[in-house]
Nanobody, 114 residues
Framework: VQLQAFGGGLVQTGGSLRLSCAAS????????MGWYRQAPGNQRELVAT???????GYADSVKGRFTISRDNAKNTVYLQMNSLKAEDTAVYYC?????????WGKGTLVTVSS
């Protein structure tokens, strides 16, 4: 079962995007979820995570700008990205946290232009 992320696109510096990712109830209900990203030439990194109970955590690089949330009724996790910077350009993925190899989907490309 691959988790598919949606909502990427091209945005100018300072703009906003909202990503979403739906999962099956079996995957979603009991697991912490995470948003990850991979920029060209870089390793994939965890940028935001949310536990089943709603506690959140963020990478220092996005703290104060990104907000992760989850809708348990829809089995969906979101990433609201504000004040986007060129260095946020990457392919964004969702997965459980810690990630499961089989759940990686194609990701969604976010491109921030200056």
């Amino acid at each position: 079962v691959q988790l598919q992320a949606f909502g990427g696109g091209l945005v100018q510096t300072g703009g906003s995007l909202r990503l979403s990712c739906a999962a099956s109830g079996r995957i979603f209900s009991r697991n912490a979820m995470g948003w990850y990203r991979q920029a060209p030439g870089n390793q994939r990194e965890l940028v935001a995570t949310i536990t089943a109970g709603g506690s959140t955590g963020y990478a220092d690089s996005v703290k104060g700008r990104f907000t992760i949330s989850r809708d348990n009724a829809k089995n969906t996790v979101y990433l609201q990205m504000n004040s986007l910077k060129a260095e946020d350009t990457a392919v964004y993925y969702c997965n459980v946290n810690p990630p499961v190899l089989a759940y990686w989907g194609k990701g969604t490309l976010v491109t921030v232009s200056s």
